[in-house]
Every structure is written in structure tokens, then in C-alpha cells.
């Protein structure tokens, strides 16, 4: 179809310029155009791939971006503080994001409390995750950051009296032994980093809960717009407590973390979009790797054996609750006769990359 249309387009152009007959224009369209018409052959072998494999592929290229962007926040916070950094990282988003919010989603809604709820612990968990960033190894903040979904599944059953039966508190509680295994608490001092990003994943996971309740009534580029709408003045009070008026060498950096973050969001969004969060949610480890590989190359990072382990552990916990609320979502989808979507077709385990 792709190619086709770009044929369609090059024929009234190569009727003007050569009166040769029909299929030698042709020829010559392959040869003056070979890179459009191939990356058109591309696309139209990439959308006739299965979705989970599209969603895939979305998935890892989120997953690429925020670790890349990660280094950046590493980066920008040897001249900034985080705080300021997270009130770039909102403006240039806001940006960049608004415009095409606008183009493709009404912003209506009733809802105003609960977006002013989630923008705050949005900011809270963006804080304390730039914060430690900062100051310790991005693999192992990366790795504790993980436990957010362990939070959110404790919260979904404490605060909103979900069902969580005996497998899942299991999972949750070899969840946290792997964050053990990581700080190792008996070995050396708690670091206000890991605190930071334990912080974070619990932020994190009340906006998950928040999030949970919007998808109800809201579109996910509706709630994204309000996010952004909502986190740039909300960011620039603790930035002004901090501020340094950055470089314009910085000041680029900055741009590129706004602007990647954006399309890594939207990536994200996509991978939701193609396939079920449940067949999604091990690509997002890949962040694991991936980060550690950034720190290693830009910055110098090794990681221990004991955050591999630890890391190992809290996701395998996390993936085995993600099957599970896959599980008990499909069954209740069934139990009301509906074949999917709905609230309860997205595990809280699909987390919400607002932290990046």
C-alpha cells in the first residue's frame, strides 16, 4: 500500500520530465528513489508483523530512550541540581507534547482533583528519582526502582480493598528480599540514594492507583497533556529554591531530555496500544541492562553481583504478579462476558514511566 502511494506520487513528475513509456518511469523511480521506496518496503514488512511484535519493539526503543535519558539526567546534574532539571525536563515536554495532544484528544473532563492528585505524586516520584540519580550508581537505583509495582499491588489491596490472595503477597515479600539483597543493610550504610529511589517507587505506585482510576473515564493522550500541563509550574518552586542558570551547552542537553522523553513515553504508549500489558511488562527490563550499559560506557559504572541478583529477584517477583493480575483481569472479563480492554484488562504492574 506504502509503495504504491509513493509510485502514485513520483508518476505525474516523471511524465513531465521524460516522455518514456510507463514502465521504463518506473525503473527510473526505483533508481533516482531507492531510500524512500525501501524504507516504505520496511514499514509496510514492519505493520504486517504480529502486534505483540510490534509491541515489542516499541517496548525495547522506550526502554533505549528513557535509559539514554537517564544518562543525560546523570549528565545534566553535574552543573544543575535535579530539582531544576526536572523542571526543564517538564517545560521542554510540555513543548513538545502539547501541540500534538491538542491535534488528537479532547481535554474535557471532569476530573480536575484526581489530575491534580496524580500531577503531585508524579512530581514527588520525579523529585526523589532525579535525586538519586545524582548520587548513586544508575543501575542499582534502576534496579530498586522496580519494587514500584510490589508497592502498587500492596496498595491496590490496603487502600482500595482489591483482592490479593496468598501467591501474589508471596511474590511481594521475596519482591522486597531482593531489595535486601541489594542494600544489603547489615553490610554497609543505607545511602539516602537508595532511600531516594524507595521513595520514588512508593510515589510511583500511588500514581499507578491514581492512574488506574482516571482510565476509567479518561484517554491516555488526555492524561498525558494534563501531566505535563500540570508538572511545569508545579516544578518550578523547588527549582527556584536551587536555581543556576544553566549554560547554553546545557540548556541543549536539556532540550534533548525533554524532547526524547516525550517520543520514549509515546513509544511506551504504543507498546500498551499494540498488545496486552502482561505480554509487555518483560521488555520493560530491559531498562535494567540497558542503563547499566549507559553508566558503564559515559560514566565509569560497574555493577555488583549482588544488584545483578537482587535485580533478578525483584523482577521475577514482579513478572509473576504481573501473570497473575493478567489472570484474574481475563477472568473477570469473562465472568462479565466482555472479550477485553476495560480497566481491568491493565495490570497495575504497567507502569507508568512518569519518574523519566
Do not use: C
Not at 510507463?22 to 524504507?39: K, T
Not at 521513595?199 to 492512574?211: E, G, P, Y
Not at 536555581?243 to 547554553?248: F, G, K, L
Amino acid at each position: 500500500m506504502a509503495g504504491s502511494a509513493t509510485a502514485n506520487w513520483l508518476r505525474p513528475a516523471f511524465s513531465v520530465m521524460s516522455p518514456v513509456p510507463a514502465n521504463a518511469r518506473s525503473d527510473a523511480a526505483m533508481s533516482v528513489f531507492p531510500a524512500a521506496l525501501h524504507a516504505s518496503h520496511y514499514r509496510t514488512r514492519f505493520g504486517g508483523m504480529p502486534a505483540p511484535v510490534r509491541g515489542a519493539f516499541w517496548m525495547v526503543l522506550a526502554a533505549l530512550l528513557f535509559s539514554l535519558m537517564n544518562g543525560v539526567i546523570r549528565h545534566a546534574s553535574t552543573e544543575l541540581h535535579p530539582f531544576e532539571v526536572v523542571f526543564f525536563r517538564n517545560l521542554f515536554s510540555l513543548a513538545v507534547m502539547l501541540p500534538l495532544v491538542l491535534s488528537r484528544a479532547s481535554l474535557t473532563t471532569s476530573r480536575w482533583r484526581l489530575y491534580f492528585t496524580r500531577a503531585l505524586t508524579g512530581l514527588a516520584a520525579m523529585l526523589t528519582w532525579f535525586y538519586s540519580l545524582s548520587v548513586m550508581p544508575m543501575a542499582e537505583a534502576m534496579a530498586l526502582y522496580f519494587t514500584a509495582p510490589l508497592f502498587a499491588t500492596m496498595g491496590a489491596a490496603l487502600v482500595l480493598g482489591e483482592t490479593v490472595r496468598a501467591r501474589r503477597w508471596t511474590a511481594i515479600a521475596i519482591g522486597f528480599a531482593g531489595v535486601l539483597i541489594i542494600v544489603r543493610p547489615g553490610a554497609s550504610t543505607l545511602s539516602w540514594g537508595a532511600v531516594a529511589v524507595l521513595a520514588s517507587a512508593v510515589f510511583t505506585a500511588i500514581s499507578m492507583l491514581q492512574i488506574k482510576a482516571l482510565a476509567r473515564t479518561e484517554g491516555s493522550l488526555a492524561m498525558t497533556a494534563y501531566m505535563v500541563i500540570y508538572l511545569t509550574p508545579m516544578s518550578l518552586p523547588p527549582a527556584l529554591a536551587v536555581w543556576t542558570t544553566p549554560s547554553w551547552s546545557m540548556l541543549g542537553w536539556l532540550v534533548v531530555l525533554g524532547t526524547v522523553i516525550s517520543f520514549a513515553h509515546l513509544a511506551f504508549s504504543q507498546a500498551f496500544h499494540l498488545a496486552d500489558a502482561s505480554a509487555m511488562i518483560p521488555f520493560d527490563y530491559a531498562k535494567l541492562p540497558l542503563t547499566a550499559l549507559v553508566g558503564w560506557i559515559f560514566f565509569g559504572e560497574t555493577v555488583d553481583r549482588w544488584t545483578w541478583l537482587g535485580a533478578g529477584v525483584i523482577a521475577g517477583s514482579t513478572l509473576y504478579i504481573a501473570h497473575r493480575e493478567a489472570v484474574v483481569a481475563r477472568r473477570a472479563r469473562n465472568a462479565l462476558g466482555t472479550p477485553g480492554g476495560g480497566p481491568a484488562a491493565e495490570p497495575l504492574t504497567a507502569r507508568d514511566p512518569t519518574t523519566v
